[in-house]
Nanobody, 123 residues
Framework: QVQFVESGGGLVQPGGSLRLSCAAS????????MGWYRQAPGTERELVAK????????IYLDSVKGRFTIARDNAKNMVFLQMINLNYEDTAVYYC????????????????WGQGTQVTVST
């Protein structure tokens, strides 16, 4: 079955950095664009970064441009999110999923979200 396992979150001070990892399985990873989503308490889940199946192109939410970098390793079925200069508004649970299509935000496997990884930016 489709599975996503996110890791790498934690507590970090404003201005700090984290690197999130996501291990994907159960589908043809190389055939899908991938995305990192996040959900803060009381808000809708939002797509913050996405990458094509080959890694040739990426798109970011305006508020994270220049601070977040998405990457993937197709040999290991993994996707990563490097985050620098974190601020309070980045506090959320972060999830990965395949994308229905690169030009869309909808997840390909909406019924198979992982547990996510908590990122908390606080002093």
């Amino acid at each position: 079955q489709v599975q996503f396992v996110e890791s790498g979150g934690g507590l970090v001070q404003p201005g700090g950095s984290l690197r999130l990892s996501c291990a994907a399985s159960g589908f043809a990873f190389i055939g899908y664009a991938m995305g990192w989503y996040r959900q803060a308490p009381g808000t809708e889940r939002e797509l913050v970064a996405k990458i094509t199946n080959t890694g040739s192109a990426t798109i970011y939410l305006d508020s994270v441009k220049g601070r977040f970098t998405i990457a993937r390793d197709n040999a290991k079925n993994m996707v990563f999110l490097q985050m620098i200069n974190l601020n309070y508004e980045d506090t959320a649970v972060y999830y990965c999923n395949a994308l229905d299509a690169f030009w869309r935000s909808a997840p390909a496997f909406a019924g198979s979200w992982g547990q996510g990884t908590q990122v908390t930016v606080s002093t």
